[in-house]
T-cell receptor
Protein backbone atom coordinates (compact mmCIF):
# COMPACT_ATOMS: atom_id res chain seq x y z
CA UNK A 1 0.00 0.00 0.00
CA UNK A 2 0.96 3.64 -0.28
CA UNK A 3 0.86 6.08 2.60
CA UNK A 4 0.08 9.65 1.59
CA UNK A 5 0.32 12.80 3.67
CA UNK A 6 -0.94 16.26 2.81
CA UNK A 7 -0.21 19.69 4.21
CA UNK A 8 -2.02 21.71 5.33
CA UNK A 9 -4.88 19.57 6.58
CA UNK A 10 -7.15 22.59 6.55
CA UNK A 11 -7.01 26.33 5.97
CA UNK A 12 -9.21 29.38 5.87
CA UNK A 13 -8.16 31.87 3.21
CA UNK A 14 -9.19 35.27 1.98
CA UNK A 15 -10.60 35.87 -1.47
CA UNK A 16 -7.91 36.70 -4.03
CA UNK A 17 -5.08 34.91 -2.26
CA UNK A 18 -3.38 31.63 -3.23
CA UNK A 19 -2.74 28.44 -1.29
CA UNK A 20 -0.23 25.70 -2.07
CA UNK A 21 -1.06 22.18 -0.96
CA UNK A 22 1.71 19.65 -0.55
CA UNK A 23 1.45 15.90 -1.10
CA UNK A 24 4.07 13.42 0.03
CA UNK A 25 4.04 9.68 -0.72
CA UNK A 26 6.08 7.05 1.09
CA UNK A 27 7.07 5.31 -2.15
CA UNK A 28 7.99 6.30 -5.68
CA UNK A 29 5.00 6.49 -7.99
CA UNK A 30 4.74 7.45 -11.62
CA UNK A 31 1.35 9.11 -11.59
CA UNK A 32 -0.09 11.38 -8.93
CA UNK A 33 -3.58 12.77 -9.16
CA UNK A 34 -5.28 15.81 -7.67
CA UNK A 35 -9.00 15.65 -6.98
CA UNK A 36 -11.53 18.12 -5.65
CA UNK A 37 -14.59 17.19 -3.64
CA UNK A 38 -17.07 19.97 -3.12
CA UNK A 39 -19.53 19.74 -0.25
CA UNK A 40 -21.97 16.89 -0.68
CA UNK A 41 -20.55 15.86 -4.03
CA UNK A 42 -18.32 13.13 -5.38
CA UNK A 43 -14.71 13.44 -6.41
CA UNK A 44 -13.73 15.34 -9.52
CA UNK A 45 -10.31 14.89 -11.10
CA UNK A 46 -8.46 18.17 -11.51
CA UNK A 47 -5.26 16.96 -13.11
CA UNK A 48 -2.70 14.20 -13.40
CA UNK A 49 0.83 15.09 -12.35
CA UNK A 50 3.65 13.16 -14.00
CA UNK A 51 7.25 13.58 -12.98
CA UNK A 52 9.31 15.30 -15.62
CA UNK A 53 6.43 16.61 -17.69
CA UNK A 54 3.63 19.12 -17.46
CA UNK A 55 0.47 18.12 -15.67
CA UNK A 56 -2.54 17.02 -17.70
CA UNK A 57 -5.67 18.96 -16.80
CA UNK A 58 -9.25 17.78 -17.04
CA UNK A 59 -11.96 19.74 -18.76
CA UNK A 60 -12.89 22.80 -16.72
CA UNK A 61 -9.52 23.11 -14.98
CA UNK A 62 -6.62 25.23 -16.22
CA UNK A 63 -2.98 25.57 -15.28
CA UNK A 64 -3.23 29.28 -14.46
CA UNK A 65 -5.80 28.55 -11.78
CA UNK A 66 -4.35 25.27 -10.50
CA UNK A 67 -0.59 25.16 -11.17
CA UNK A 68 0.98 21.86 -10.23
CA UNK A 69 4.55 20.89 -9.52
CA UNK A 70 6.01 17.37 -9.57
CA UNK A 71 9.70 17.70 -8.77
CA UNK A 72 10.26 14.00 -8.01
CA UNK A 73 8.52 10.65 -7.76
CA UNK A 74 7.32 11.09 -4.15
CA UNK A 75 6.13 14.69 -4.01
CA UNK A 76 3.70 17.07 -5.68
CA UNK A 77 2.10 20.42 -4.99
CA UNK A 78 -1.19 21.91 -6.12
CA UNK A 79 -1.72 25.66 -5.90
CA UNK A 80 -5.20 27.14 -5.83
CA UNK A 81 -4.69 30.62 -7.26
CA UNK A 82 -6.70 33.81 -6.89
CA UNK A 83 -9.21 32.02 -4.70
CA UNK A 84 -12.91 32.72 -4.55
CA UNK A 85 -15.56 31.22 -2.26
CA UNK A 86 -16.41 28.73 -5.03
CA UNK A 87 -13.01 27.14 -4.46
CA UNK A 88 -14.07 26.07 -0.96
CA UNK A 89 -13.68 22.33 -1.15
CA UNK A 90 -11.65 19.34 -0.06
CA UNK A 91 -8.57 18.79 -2.22
CA UNK A 92 -7.24 15.25 -2.32
CA UNK A 93 -3.96 13.89 -3.56
CA UNK A 94 -4.06 10.34 -4.92
CA UNK A 95 -1.62 7.79 -6.30
CA UNK A 96 -1.86 4.56 -8.24
CA UNK A 97 0.21 1.81 -6.67
CA UNK A 98 0.05 -1.96 -7.10
CA UNK A 99 -3.22 -1.83 -9.03
CA UNK A 100 -4.95 0.24 -6.38
CA UNK A 101 -5.60 3.94 -6.11
CA UNK A 102 -4.94 5.42 -2.69
CA UNK A 103 -6.01 8.79 -1.34
CA UNK A 104 -4.40 11.24 0.98
CA UNK A 105 -6.32 12.59 3.98
CA UNK A 106 -7.35 15.70 2.08
CA UNK A 107 -6.97 19.44 2.58
CA UNK A 108 -10.12 21.25 3.67
CA UNK A 109 -10.16 24.73 2.22
CA UNK A 110 -12.59 27.47 3.14
CA UNK A 111 -12.41 30.71 1.18
CA UNK A 112 -14.08 33.75 2.72
CA UNK B 1 -17.43 10.12 -22.27
CA UNK B 2 -18.04 8.62 -18.88
CA UNK B 3 -21.40 7.96 -17.29
CA UNK B 4 -21.87 6.33 -13.90
CA UNK B 5 -25.17 5.68 -12.19
CA UNK B 6 -25.70 4.55 -8.60
CA UNK B 7 -28.51 5.20 -6.12
CA UNK B 8 -28.17 8.38 -4.12
CA UNK B 9 -29.27 6.97 -0.80
CA UNK B 10 -30.08 3.63 0.80
CA UNK B 11 -31.21 2.65 4.26
CA UNK B 12 -30.74 -0.76 5.87
CA UNK B 13 -30.98 -2.37 9.27
CA UNK B 14 -28.10 -3.49 11.42
CA UNK B 15 -27.31 -7.16 10.76
CA UNK B 16 -28.97 -7.18 7.36
CA UNK B 17 -27.54 -7.43 3.84
CA UNK B 18 -27.51 -4.57 1.35
CA UNK B 19 -26.58 -4.46 -2.32
CA UNK B 20 -25.43 -1.22 -3.93
CA UNK B 21 -25.68 -1.25 -7.70
CA UNK B 22 -23.60 0.68 -10.20
CA UNK B 23 -23.97 0.92 -13.96
CA UNK B 24 -21.34 2.61 -16.05
CA UNK B 25 -20.27 3.59 -19.53
CA UNK B 26 -16.62 4.42 -20.08
CA UNK B 27 -14.17 5.06 -22.88
CA UNK B 28 -12.08 1.95 -22.46
CA UNK B 29 -12.28 -0.22 -19.38
CA UNK B 30 -9.50 -1.34 -17.06
CA UNK B 31 -11.42 -2.49 -14.01
CA UNK B 32 -13.69 -0.98 -11.39
CA UNK B 33 -13.04 0.20 -7.85
CA UNK B 34 -15.35 0.53 -4.90
CA UNK B 35 -14.44 2.98 -2.15
CA UNK B 36 -15.95 3.75 1.24
CA UNK B 37 -16.00 7.33 2.41
CA UNK B 38 -17.08 8.41 5.87
CA UNK B 39 -18.22 11.98 6.24
CA UNK B 40 -15.29 14.37 6.37
CA UNK B 41 -12.74 11.70 5.56
CA UNK B 42 -10.85 10.57 2.46
CA UNK B 43 -12.08 7.56 0.46
CA UNK B 44 -10.67 4.21 1.48
CA UNK B 45 -10.19 1.29 -0.88
CA UNK B 46 -12.69 -1.58 -0.63
CA UNK B 47 -12.35 -3.65 -3.79
CA UNK B 48 -11.09 -3.84 -7.34
CA UNK B 49 -12.66 -6.02 -10.05
CA UNK B 50 -11.12 -6.44 -13.47
CA UNK B 51 -12.67 -9.79 -14.47
CA UNK B 52 -16.31 -10.82 -14.47
CA UNK B 53 -17.62 -12.45 -11.35
CA UNK B 54 -17.77 -12.08 -7.62
CA UNK B 55 -14.85 -11.11 -5.39
CA UNK B 56 -15.41 -11.79 -1.71
CA UNK B 57 -13.49 -10.09 1.06
CA UNK B 58 -14.90 -10.66 4.50
CA UNK B 59 -18.26 -8.98 4.93
CA UNK B 60 -17.87 -7.12 1.63
CA UNK B 61 -18.19 -8.63 -1.86
CA UNK B 62 -18.08 -6.98 -5.24
CA UNK B 63 -19.45 -8.25 -8.53
CA UNK B 64 -18.66 -7.21 -12.07
CA UNK B 65 -20.26 -7.86 -15.44
CA UNK B 66 -18.25 -6.13 -18.15
CA UNK B 67 -20.68 -6.98 -20.94
CA UNK B 68 -23.52 -5.32 -19.04
CA UNK B 69 -21.50 -2.40 -17.70
CA UNK B 70 -22.70 -3.36 -14.23
CA UNK B 71 -21.23 -3.84 -10.80
CA UNK B 72 -22.56 -4.19 -7.30
CA UNK B 73 -21.15 -4.02 -3.80
CA UNK B 74 -22.68 -6.42 -1.29
CA UNK B 75 -22.39 -5.70 2.40
CA UNK B 76 -23.33 -8.47 4.83
CA UNK B 77 -23.97 -8.43 8.57
CA UNK B 78 -24.32 -4.68 8.50
CA UNK B 79 -22.84 -2.72 11.37
CA UNK B 80 -23.56 0.83 12.42
CA UNK B 81 -20.02 1.81 11.38
CA UNK B 82 -20.90 0.86 7.78
CA UNK B 83 -22.93 4.05 7.53
CA UNK B 84 -20.95 5.94 4.89
CA UNK B 85 -20.92 6.85 1.22
CA UNK B 86 -19.92 4.13 -1.22
CA UNK B 87 -18.28 5.27 -4.44
CA UNK B 88 -18.24 3.29 -7.66
CA UNK B 89 -15.23 4.19 -9.83
CA UNK B 90 -14.62 2.52 -13.18
CA UNK B 91 -11.14 2.82 -14.65
CA UNK B 92 -11.19 4.10 -18.20
CA UNK B 93 -8.56 4.67 -20.84
CA UNK B 94 -5.19 5.73 -19.49
CA UNK B 95 -5.97 4.22 -16.08
CA UNK B 96 -8.15 7.20 -15.24
CA UNK B 97 -10.75 6.74 -12.53
CA UNK B 98 -14.10 8.41 -12.78
CA UNK B 99 -16.22 8.55 -9.66
CA UNK B 100 -19.94 8.15 -9.46
CA UNK B 101 -21.95 10.42 -7.23
CA UNK B 102 -21.77 7.89 -4.43
CA UNK B 103 -24.46 6.07 -2.49
CA UNK B 104 -25.07 7.30 1.02
CA UNK B 105 -25.88 4.27 3.17
CA UNK B 106 -27.58 4.72 6.49
CA UNK B 107 -27.57 1.75 8.83
CA UNK B 108 -30.28 1.84 11.49
CA UNK B 109 -30.48 -0.22 14.67
Amino acid sequence: SAVISQKPSRDICQRGTSLTIQCQVDSQVTMMFWYRQQPGQSLTLIATANQGSEATYESGFVIDKFPISRPNLTFSTLTVSNMSPEDSSIYLCSVFSQETQYFGPGTRLLVL
Amino acid sequence: GQNIDQPTEMTATEGAIVQINCTYQTSGFNGLFWYQQHAGEAPTFLSYNVLDGLEEKGRFSSFLSRSKGYSYLLLKELQMKDSASYLCAPVGAGNMLTFGGGTRLMVKP
